[in-house]
């Protein structure tokens, strides 16, 4: 089935540039969900701000069957469950970005479902949902990761399938063009990279850069490496631009994607190693090697980070799931943060969730609007309650710009 209006979208990334440094402001919840059957539970991804000013994103869980929804917040504060997924041919438990293009329509990925029940690329325009493509397994991959728009097609991984030294295949890069025809770009055999689980993001050249959670040369995290950053190059060459190594001098279980600042500097986060093996955030400079620009050292700090924004003003900014304020609702670890950063490695922590009145456990990358208010989701989080778990069914938060705090 054709992807509808592909081959002119307009992608607003999750490396949402800014143009002012953060200070730590007033957060406010600003939808709780509500879990099944009416509304979604467990957000993994953030949200993105479409063409009409709302936010959208998805739910892993709760909707119609349980299977997750789509969402829209709208500026006046309103949630509308854009589709409920209800299993097979139309996917299961989407927990990716999604893609926003022209007219409103959006891309998103399922991890499973579909016809082969190993996940699928969907469309949501005006409300209505469109499967686009299903992932067959074996040589054309499974369980497909975030999406990126570039060059006139949709480019994205799938962390199994493919082929390999890992079981059930060590994953691949593909393409997806107008009309929803799949090309395979690279498959991973392990030494490489294996389990690419946080798609791909794109230079102004066309050149591709990712991540994976395992492979490369490095065998300290036994059996399939500590993880790598990649580069695909327009003409299809693919290298490695850091096999990494764990321990304390270095990263490793690389689950979230990259980003580019104005420079070329490659810079990500790791979940695992460091100083106190909490995570780490790393540069890949344009030119030179790999190098550890800040540890995360657990509460008050934060641990295990999310996916990083590049802005213009030379600071990195995200959240971690665990970390913060000890004093956490029902979780050990603490129930995260909200954290910018410099590239000298100065860490400051902008909010911690307590789990109580507001969320826990934010996941996904942070998006930052025109007047510098960040807005994120929490798979978490017990305020106004929730039938579905004692946790909570997660939040969408806002934290005010100090100009909107300054009125």
């Not at 957060?27 to 709780?32: A, C, D, I, R």
């Not at 936010?55 to 969402?71: D, E, M, V």
């Not at 279980?253 to 695992?272: I, K, P, Q």
Request: with cysteine; hydrophobic share 30%; aromatic share 12%.
């Amino acid at each position: 089935m054709p992807l509808k209006y592909l081959w002119s979208l307009g992608l607003l990334s999750a490396a949402v540039c800014v143009h002012s440094t953060m200070h730590a402001q007033t957060l406010t919840t600003v939808y709780n969900f509500q879990g099944p059957p009416t509304d979604g539970s467990w957000p993994c991804a953030g949200v993105t701000k479409s063409i009409t000013g709302s936010l959208f994103g998805t739910t892993q869980f709760g909707g119609q069957s349980g299977y997750g929804i789509a969402f829209e917040f709208d500026s006046g504060g309103s949630e509308t469950v854009a589709h409920s997924f209800v299993g097979g041919t139309d996917g299961e438990n989407p927990c990716a970005p999604l893609v926003p293009g022209p007219n409103g329509s959006l891309f998103g990925t399922t991890i499973f479902g579909g016809y082969a029940e190993n996940g699928t690329v969907f469309e949501i325009e005006n409300s209505q949902f469109t499967g686009a493509f299903d992932f067959r397994g074996g040589a054309n991959g499974a369980f497909p990761s975030g999406l990126d728009y570039a060059n006139g097609a949709l480019y994205g991984t799938a962390p199994q399938g493919g082929g390999g030294m890992c079981p059930g295949g060590c994953g691949i890069i593909f393409r997806l063009d107008r009309f929803g025809h799949e090309t395979v770009l690279h498959t991973f055999q392990g030494p490489d990279g294996a389990y690419p689980s946080a798609g791909v993001i794109h230079d102004k050249f066309g050149n591709l850069y990712g991540t994976t959670e395992g492979g490369g040369d490095n065998h300290f995290c036994a059996p399939y490496g500590c993880g790598t950053v990649f580069k695909l190059d327009r003409s299809g060459q693919f290298s490695v631009l850091h096999s990494f190594t764990g321990g304390e001098n270095d990263g490793w279980f690389v689950v979230r994607g990259v980003v580019l600042d104005s420079a070329g500097n490659l810079f990500g986060t790791t979940s695992g190693g460091g100083r106190w093996n909490l995570g780490t955030i790393y540069e890949i400079p344009k030119t030179g090697k790999e190098k550890i620009v800040y540890s995360f050292a657990g509460p008050p700090d934060g641990a295990t980070p999310n996916q990083l924004v590049s802005g213009l003003d030379g600071k990195l900014y995200g959240t971690t799931y665990t970390g913060g304020d000890l004093n956490c609702y029902g979780l050990s670890g603490g129930c995260g943060t909200i954290f910018e950063a410099d590239k000298l490695g100065n860490e400051k922590v902008l909010y911690r969730f307590n789990g109580t009145t507001d969320g826990a456990q934010p996941t996904g990358a942070v998006l930052i609007d025109e007047q510098l208010n960040m807005y994120g989701t929490t798979q978490s989080g017990v305020k106004d309650g929730c039938p579905f778990s004692h946790g909570g069914c997660g939040t969408i938060w806002k934290l005010s710009s100090p100009a909107s705090d300054s009125h």
